[in-house]
């Protein structure tokens, strides 16, 4: 039987790491330690409907939003794994109010922070919809030695050092980037491995999918309104109407667009006039990846990676995807922008 060359994600993180001189291993261990967590969700996920995963937690997250009990599961796992890596000294996720710090000596000495979105589509996990997990790394500002602090985690997307996320689908798959191209590497479960499946990852220029959910299509911007009807619009040469593509689950929407091209549209709205979709642990990930594979991350005027946090679950607009199709959906919004008289 034809087999794959087995690349295992093990042995890429010990061998990129080779690409730099001085690299003690930290982020290898630390990244080692994601994988290890991944796995331990996955099994929950893929037995969602059997095992008691399914449903509410009973509680009501900072966002406000009802906690699943996978979000909690998640969130739970990732936590106890990072903790045990000691590279880690402090968490930001999406399901804690504040950061969470380590009182152990080891994980004081982490030298890196870690921000989470430990489930996310979590609409989705009841309905057997793809559902993922998104994190971001950077490296602490802090003292090592110390309690991680606030600022240590505000910091601009642009200083991450690594970015990911698993997607747990009709297989299971965790993408990521230290900055050096985005790599995908699928779970084998006969051998309880993520192998190798996408090498250097690169999003075509161009593409005919766009996701936003136009159930919010009354409360768009007028950039957006005219850019998504321009997506509609008849035009063969340029291959519209574009198909509509949307899951609800940000990991999955951009998973999609990202190997086949297209692009994802979260804008503020009256009900979210920040955005919906949250800085730290959603969009500055999905930035860096993006820009990785060649594509783009803005609010639509300004680059999401530039953006300085101030705070923790600060939400933000996003347009991501491909090169081209960002620029098209930027034009339409710098259009409708008015115009500064001096
Ligand atoms: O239901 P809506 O408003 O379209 O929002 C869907 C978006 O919200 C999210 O579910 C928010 O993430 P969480 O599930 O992690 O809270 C994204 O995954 C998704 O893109
Ligand atoms: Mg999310
Ligand atoms: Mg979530």
Avoid: W
Avoid at 68 to 93: M, W
Avoid at 229 to 244: G, M
């Amino acid at each position: 039987m034809k087999g794959y060359k087995v690349i295992t994600l093990t042995t890429f993180l010990i061998e990129s790491q080779a690409e730099f001189p001085y690299a003690k291993g930290e982020l290898t261990r630390l990244l080692y330690h994601v994988m290890v967590a991944a796995k331990m969700v996955n099994k929950k996920v893929n037995k969602a409907g059997l095992v008691d995963i399914i449903g509410e937690a009973g509680e009501v997250n900072v966002q406000g939003e009802d906690q699943k009990k996978l979000d909690v599961f998640a969130n739970d796992q990732f936590i106890a794994a990072l903790r045990s890596s000691g590279e880690c000294c402090g968490i930001a996720s999406e399901e804690n109010q504040e950061i969470i710090t380590f009182d152990d000596d080891l994980s004081r000495d982490g030298n890196y922070i870690f921000c989470m979105d430990p489930l996310d589509g979590s609409s989705n996990i009841d309905v057997n919809v793809s559902i993922g997990t998104i994190f971001s790394i950077y490296r602490r500002i802090s003292p090592r030695g110390e309690r991680a602090v606030l600022d240590d985690f505000l910091q601009p997307g642009t200083k991450q050092v690594a970015a990911g996320y698993i997607i747990y689908g009709s297989s299971t798959m965790l993408v990521y980037t230290t900055g050096r191209g985005v790599f995908g590497f699928t779970l084998d479960p006969s051998i309880g491995e993520f192998c190798l499946s996408h090498h250097d990852i690169k999003t075509p220029e161009d593409g005919t999918i766009y996701s936003i959910n136009e159930g919010n299509a009354h409360e768009f911007p007028e950039g957006i309104k005219k850019y998504v009807a321009y997506c509609k619009d008849i035009d063969k040469p340029t291959h519209r109407p574009y198909s509509a593509r949307y899951i609800g689950s940000l990991v999955s929407d951009f998973h999609r667009n990202l190997l086949k091209g297209g692009i994802f549209l979260y804008p503020h709205t009256e009900k979210n006039p920040e955005g919906k979709l949250r800085l730290l642990y959603e969009c500055n990930p999905i930035a860096f990846l993006a820009e990785q594979a060649g594509g783009k991350a803005s609010t639509g005027s300004h680059r999401i990676m530039e953006i300085k946090p101030h705070s923790l679950h600060q939400r933000v607009s996003i347009i991501t995807g491909s090169l081209h199709m960002v620029e098209k959906a930027e034009a339409f919004i710098k259009e409708q922008e008015p115009i500064k008289l001096n």
